[in-house]
């Protein structure tokens, strides 16, 4: 089956502690990105990678990091997290350069809390 | 990027036509307009995606007027099951449809009444 996992599903963790949301996708897409989603502020890009080796950034990536060393992985890592990276993760793939659609395929998504 | 701008919310009822209207004035000539769907707490779904004049698919239909500064998603016949938040990004697609930085937006929130 085609799909975008995410682990963990859900996380309870303390300001400061680094942890790592793991993102992995079967369908050989080259385009992956990350996105947070918060009460009344929609969906906001963190990072997007084009490709293997190849990451930017989106709209909100203070905080964040993101390596794609593999074309179906792409860890989102918080090094020192804080209260306001509290929020409601998904990752996305899609076909990419060639594929000239904007499909993009979400994961189920990780509810992050840190206190 | 062009900005979007749709209704925060929206009503209707089970079984009539719902059309959720996307305002991307400063559309570039190389953009594609994309609509996606959102129930609560799940990873927004595809719908459709169109560049100009109408695109119809078997859950909605997409019309972009010839200035393209707007785009209209139809739902046809809702039922409660559309309930959820409907998004438009509108992104750029040059030669070999590289995606980039997407905007999303905080999309419209509709609600089907039985």
């Known amino acids: 089956e085609a799909q975008v996992t995410q682990n963990p599903r859900y996380l309870i963790t303390v300001t400061g502690k680094k942890l790592t949301v793991t993102c992995s996708q079967n369908?050989?897409?080259?385009?992956m990105s990350w996105y947070r989603q918060d009460p009344g502020l929609g969906l906001r890009q963190i990072y997007y990678?084009?490709?293997?080796?190849?990451?930017d950034k989106g709209d909100v990536p203070e905080g964040y990091k993101v390596s794609r060393k593999e074309k179906r992985n792409f860890p989102l890592i918080l090094e020192s997290p804080s209260p306001n990276q509290t929020s409601l993760y998904f990752c996305?793939?899609?076909?990419?350069?060639?594929?000239?659609?904007?499909?993009?395929?979400f994961g189920p998504g990780t509810r992050l809390t840190v206190t | 990027l062009a900005k979007t701008t749709q209704p925060i919310s929206m009503d209707s009822y089970e079984g009539q036509e719902v059309n959720i209207t996307c305002s991307h004035n400063n559309i570039a000539t190389n953009d594609y307009i994309t609509w996606y769907q959102q129930f609560p707490s799940q990873g927004p779904r595809f719908i459709i995606q169109?560049?100009?004049t109408k695109v119809t698919n078997e859950v909605a239909s997409l019309f972009i007027p010839a200035d393209r500064k707007s785009s209209t998603l139809s739902l046809p016949r809702v039922s409660l099951s559309d309930t959820a938040v409907y998004y438009c990004l509108v992104a750029p697609s040059p030669y070999g449809g590289s995606q980039g930085n997407l905007i999303f937006g905080k999309g419209t929130k509709l609600s089907v009444k039985p």
């Open positions: 990678s084009m490709n293997v080796e190849v990451t």
């Open positions: 996305a793939s899609s076909l990419g350069a060639g594929g000239f659609s904007y499909e993009q395929y």
């Open positions: 169109g560049y100009k």
């Open positions: 369908m050989n897409h080259e385009y």
